[in-house]
Structures are given as structure tokens and as C-alpha cells.
């Protein structure tokens, strides 16, 4: 099993910025890919941001040259830095975590991030 603690969410005004992290636990894959997921209300959860074990990045359309995913796997941890966020921007962020051919996935318990003036 892997679990995976998540921090970073909050409140900030349009134009803010934010910095989530996600943690992984337990029992770590040798190779494993790490990413973000964001629900809004009344909406289907997206994927955001993704790196692979072999450090390929993709991003939501969105939020290309807002948002910046790294990882640090000395810490089994990934980052989202989230600059000149949008009100649109407001959603649940979850942390994903797989194996690196996508057969087992886990799944953060989510953190709020809110964009309002």
C-alpha cells in the first residue's frame, strides 16, 4: 500500500500564488510515476500536471507557463508550484501516484485551493 499526504492548499487572491506537496509512503514502487488531479463543483476531475519516473512532464493547456511540477525522489515527494492563479483555478487538488506502467494508481485524500479576491 502507498500513502500519500498532501499540504499547500489555501485561499489566495487572483494573481497569488501557491505551493502543493505531496508525499508518498509505504511500500514505493522502484519506478513510479507522480501527478495532480483537480476537481471544481459540478465538474469531472482533470489531470493537471504529470511527471513520469523518467522526468516526462506534461501540463493541463491551461496552466502551461503558470504552473511548474518537479519531484524529489530522495523524499518520494512531487511538487506543484502554482503562480498567477485564476479564479477558474479553484478546485480540490488531488495527488496521484502509480507504478510506471500504470497498473496500480493511489490517490491523495485532496486539498482545497481557493482563488478569490
Known amino acids: 500500500q502507498v500513502q500519500l499526504v498532501e499540504s499547500g492548499g489555501g485561499l489566495v487572491q487572483p494573481g497569488g500564488s501557491l505551493r502543493l506537496s505531496c508525499a508518498a509512503s509505504?511500500?514505493?514502487?522502484?519506478?513510479?510515476?507522480m501527478g495532480w488531479y483537480r476537481q471544481a463543483p459540478g465538474k469531472q476531475r482533470e489531470a493537471v500536471a504529470a511527471?513520469?519516473?523518467?522526468?516526462?512532464?506534461n501540463y493541463l493547456d491551461s496552466v502551461k507557463g503558470r504552473f511548474t511540477i518537479s519531484r524529489d525522489d530522495a523524499k518520494n515527494t512531487v511538487y506543484l508550484q502554482m503562480n498567477s492563479l485564476k479564479p477558474e483555478d479553484t478546485a480540490v487538488y488531488y495527488c496521484?501516484?502509480?507504478?510506471?506502467?500504470?497498473?496500480?494508481?493511489?490517490w491523495g485524500q485532496g486539498t482545497q485551493v481557493t482563488v478569490s479576491s
Open positions: 509505504g511500500t514505493i514502487f522502484s519506478s513510479y510515476n
Open positions: 496521484h501516484y502509480s507504478d510506471y506502467l500504470a497498473r496500480y494508481h493511489y
Open positions: 511527471v513520469s519516473s523518467g522526468g516526462l512532464i
